[in-house]
């Protein structure tokens, strides 16, 4: 039996200030909305993100970047 695990990916706006690193790492998880705040694609992302989340966790200078279990 396999068991799934799931994770969520979060971003604390109060922290972000839109430099965009992420997007440029993750580009199919961030991108900024109409209105110019970070919004998130996949907010439940699948296994096969999860290492380039990480990645963009480690590059967002402001650490707003958090990927957690579910
Ligand atoms: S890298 Fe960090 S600060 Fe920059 S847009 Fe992404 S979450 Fe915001």
Not at 20 to 40: H, M, N, R, T, W
Not at 43 to 59: C, L, R
Not at 63 to 69: D, E, F, G, K, P
């Amino acid at each position: 039996m396999t068991v799934e695990t799931k994770k969520i990916v979060e971003v604390d706006l109060k922290l972000c200030e839109r430099q965009g690193v992420c997007i440029g790492i993750a580009p199919s998880v961030f991108q900024f909305g109409k209105d110019g705040q970070l919004e998130i694609l996949e907010a439940e992302p699948p296994e096969d993100m999860w290492d380039a989340i990480e990645d963009a966790a480690a590059a967002c200078p402001l650490n707003a970047i958090t990927l957690r279990s579910k």
